[in-house]
C-alpha cells in the first residue's frame, strides 16, 4: 500500500515531481562543480606558475663566484667549477621524480663573435631549447622552452643539436639589446671560434640573455672545449608552499618527523634529494619565485574554498525553499489522508520517502552534470580537465537526502497541523 | 472600493496570507541575489586585490642608464611617475677584490629599501654598526666565512666592512656584496646607474606606469622584469577566468532553481487563478496581479539578497585577503534587475499556460 501510494504520487504529479527533482539536480551539480573546481584550483595554478618560472637553482659547489656587471660576465669561461651535464639527469631518479617539471642546464663563455666584418665582444650561452633526455625506460623534453616560457622569440627556436654537423651553421638566438645594437637580422651570420652561426631568433627576457648569443648547449661545450660541461642548471619542481614545518632543520627532527618532511614536496625537501642525488651541486631555491608564489596560490585557494562554502550554502538554500514550496501546495493531499485515518507519522513517512528518491535521482543527475561542468571549466581555463573524485558522489547524494529532509520537514510539520476539515474546504 | 484599491487589496492580501509561499519565493530571489552579489563583488575586486599579493615579488621594472649616472633629477622623475605606489632602489655596481685577491662584485644601496625590496631573501641577522654590509650567501664564504669584518679593495682604495647580515636569495646577488650607498661611493666614487622599481599595481597599471617612464626618461633604458610581470598576468588571467567560469556556473544554475520554485508556486495556485476569471477578471488583470506579485518578491528579495552578498563579500576578502571588498552600489541596477526579469519569466510562462485552459475545468479539478 505504501509503495503504491510512492508510486501513484509519481506517476500522477510528473509536473511536480519534475520541478522538485530539476531543483535538486541543479542544486547538486553547483555542489559537485564547485567542489571539484575548488580543491583542484591549487594544483592547476601551481602548474600554470611552474611554466613561467623555474624555482630551484644548481650550482657547483666548488664554483667560484660570478663576476657579473651589467648583465655581462667577467669570469672566464674555463674558470671555476662545472657540473656534468649527464649527470643532471640523475635529480629526476628521486623520490619526487613527478614533481621535477623540467630544467634547463647553461654554460655562458665571453667570446668575440665577427658579423659583417667588424667584432663584437659578449656572452655566448648555450642551454637546452627543447631536448629529449633519457633516463632508466623513459624520455621527456625539457629546456628552455617548457622552463622559462617568458622568453619571447620573434623568429624561430633553433632546434637542439647533439652532434650538429661540422660543414653546417647551427642555429642560434640574438639578444634583442644586442640584436638592436649591432643591427642584427633573422638570417645573419656571424662567426666565432671560426664556426658559423646562424639566427633564427630575435630573443627577449629582460634578463642577461637580451646581450647575449644563445646556443644548443652542444654546440657550446663543442666551441670552448668542455664536452659535457654545465655552469648551472634551473629546475622547476612542483612543490607545497612553504609552511614553519618546512623551514626546520631536518638534521634536528625525530626519525618519524624526518620523514614526514622527506615526503612532502616542500623546496627544501626536494632541494636535499637533488643534492642526494648529485653530492657535488649546491642546490638554492629561487626564493623570489618559491616564496612569494606560495603565497599568491595559498591566496587563490582560499577564495576558490570560501566561493564553494558560499556556493554549497546557496544550493541547499535553494534546494530546501524548492521542497518546502512544492510540499506546502499539497497540503489538501495531507488533509484528505488524514480524514481518512492516517496518522502523522503515516504522512510524513511518505512525504519523507518521495523526498528520498527524488534526493538520491537528483543528487545523481545533478553529480554527472556538475562532473561534466568542471571537465569543461579545467579544459577551457587551463588546457587539462579537472577530474572529479568518486567519493564526491557519496557526498552529494547525502547532502541532497539532508538538504531535502531538512527542506521538507519544516512544510510537512507545517501542513499536519491544519485542521483536515478546513484544508479540505479550502479555507486555509 | 475602486479598481485599483481593490486591485491592491488583493496584491498585499494574498502576499500576507500565504506568508508561508511568500517566504519560499522570496528566499530562493534572495539566494540568487546573494549568489550573484558576492560573484560580481568578488570578480570586480579579484585584479586588485590579487595585485597587491604581486608587491612582495619585489622589483618588476629596472632603469638603468648606461656609461652615466642616474640625476637626482632621473630619481624625482621615476618618483613622480610612481605616486607613492611603489618603491625605488637606487643602485650602483662595481667590481672589487678581496683581501685573497678574488673579484667580487660589490653594489651600494640603501641597505634597508633593499631588504624592504626584497623580502623574500632568507636572511642571518648580525649586528648593527657603522660600515654595515648586506653579504650574499656565496660571497659571504669567500670573504668572511666566520662573519664579522672583512675588507675589499678598489684601486688603490680599500674600505673594511662588518657582515651586517648574510642571506640566500637563489640568484646572483648571492655572488653580490652589498655595500651602504654612502660607504661605496666613498670606496669607488660611483653613483647608481641603475635603479630597482617596484610599480604597485594591475598588470595595466603597470604598463601605463612603463609608457611614462619611458617618455620621461629618454637617455635611460626602461626594462619590465618579464618573468614577474609575466606571472602576474598569467594568474591574474587564469583565476579571473576561474572565477568567473564557477560564477557563472553557481548564478545560472541558482537562477534556474529559482525559477523552478516560482513557476511551481504558480503553477499551484490555478484555483485562485481560475476563481478570478470566473469572477470576470481580464487576463490583463489577473496578468498584471502575478506579475506585480513577482516584481514585488523579486525587487524585496533582490534588495535582501544585495546586503547579504554584500556582507559575504565582503568577509570573504577579511578572511582571506586580510582587507575587506567592498560591495559596489553599481551592482546593484544589475542584481535587480535580472532578479525580476528572471521573475516575470518565471511566473508569466506559467500564467500563459493556464490561460489556455477554462476556468471551469480547473475548479472541477481536472
Known sequence: ?428 | MNRRRLFFHLLLKDIWVRRDRTVTALLSVIVVATMATVALTVYYDLESRLSREFRSFGANVIVTKHEASLTSNDLAQINSVLGGKGEVVPVAYAIATTSGNSRVVIAGANLATLRRLNSWWSIQDFSTSSHAALVGARASELVSPSGGEFSLKFGAKSVSAHTDAVFHSGSEDDSRVYLDLADFTALTGVQPGTALLRIDGSPREIQSALGQLRASLPSAEVEPVRQITQTQIAVLGKTRSVVLAASAVVVVLIMLCMVATFTSSVLERRRDFAVMKALGASNRTVNLLFASQSTLLALAGALIGFLVGGAVAYWIGRANFDAAIVPRLILLVPVVLSSIVMALIASMSPIRMLQRIQPARILRGE
Open chain 1, 1 to 428: 500500500m505504501f509503495l503504491r501510494l510512492v508510486f501513484e504520487s509519481f506517476r500522477r504529479q510528473k509536473r511536480r515531481k519534475s520541478i522538485a527533482l530539476l531543483a535538486i539536480a541543479l542544486g547538486m551539480s553547483i555542489a559537485t562543480a564547485m567542489i571539484a573546481v575548488g580543491t583542484d584550483v591549487g594544483d592547476k595554478i601551481n602548474q600554470e606558475l611552474r611554466t613561467y618560472s623555474a624555482n630551484l637553482l644548481l650550482t657547483p659547489v666548488e664554483d667560484t663566484l660570478d663576476v657579473n656587471l651589467g648583465g655581462v660576465s667577467l669570469r672566464p669561461a674555463t674558470e671555476g667549477a662545472f657540473i656534468s651535464e649527464a649527470s643532471l639527469v640523475r635529480m629526476k631518479e628521486g623520490f619526487w621524480s613527478h614533481n621535477i617539471l623540467g630544467y634547463a642546464p647553461f654554460l655562458p663563455a665571453p667570446e668575440t663573435f665577427s658579423l659583417h666584418g667588424n667584432t663584437v665582444s659578449t656572452e655566448l650561452i648555450g642551454t637546452y631549447f627543447a631536448q629529449p633526455v633519457h633516463y632508466g625506460n623513459e624520455s621527456f623534453n625539457t629546456g628552455v622552452r617548457s622552463v622559462n616560457s617568458w622568453w619571447k622569440v620573434e623568429g624561430e627556436w633553433p632546434p637542439d643539436y647533439a652532434d650538429w654537423p661540422r660543414d653546417a651553421s647551427p642555429a642560434v638566438l640574438a639578444g634583442s639589446k644586442l640584436a638592436q645594437l649591432q643591427h642584427l637580422a633573422i638570417g645573419d651570420e656571424l662567426e666565432v671560434r671560426g664556426r658559423k652561426l646562424r639566427i633564427s631568433g630575435i630573443l627577449t627576457t629582460s634578463g642577461v640573455e637580451d646581450q647575449a648569443i644563445v646556443a644548443p648547449l652542444h654546440i657550446v661545450q663543442q666551441l670552448i672545449g668542455r664536452p659535457d660541461a654545465v655552469r648551472s642548471a634551473t629546475v622547476s619542481a612542483l612543490t607545497k608552499p612553504e609552511d614553519a614545518f618546512a623551514r626546520r632543520n631536518p638534521a634536528t627532527m625525530s626519525p618519524a618527523m624526518r620523514d614526514r618532511w622527506y615526503c612532502t614536496p616542500y623546496a627544501n625537501s626536494i632541494a636535499l634529494q637533488i643534492h642526494e642525488n648529485l653530492p657535488n651541486v649546491r642546490v638554492e631555491q629561487i626564493r623570489q619565485v618559491e616564496q612569494n608564489q606560495g603565497k599568491v596560490l595559498s591566496r587563490i585557494s582560499g577564495l576558490m574554498l570560501l566561493l564553494t562554502f558560499a556556493a554549497l550554502v546557496a544550493a541547499a538554500l535553494a534546494i530546501s525553499a524548492a521542497m518546502a514550496a512544492t510540499i506546502l501546495e499539497r497540503r489538501q493531499e495531507v488533509g484528505l489522508m488524514k480524514s481518512l485515518g492516517a496518522g502523522n507519522a503515516a504522512v510524513a513517512s511518505l512525504f519523507l520517502t518521495e523526498a528520498g528518491l527524488l534526493a538520491v535521482i537528483g543528487g545523481g543527475i545533478g553529480f554527472a552534470a556538475g562532473a561534466l561542468l568542471a571537465r569543461q571549466i579545467g579544459r577551457s581555463i587551463f588546457g587539462s580537465a579537472i577530474t572529479v573524485h568518486p567519493v564526491v558522489l557519496a557526498v552529494v547524494i547525502f547532502s541532497a537526502l539532508l538538504v531535502t529532509f531538512a527542506g521538507s520537514a519544516g512544510a510537512i510539520r507545517k501542513a499536519m497541523r491544519f485542521d483536515p476539515a478546513v484544508v479540505l474546504r479550502g479555507n486555509a
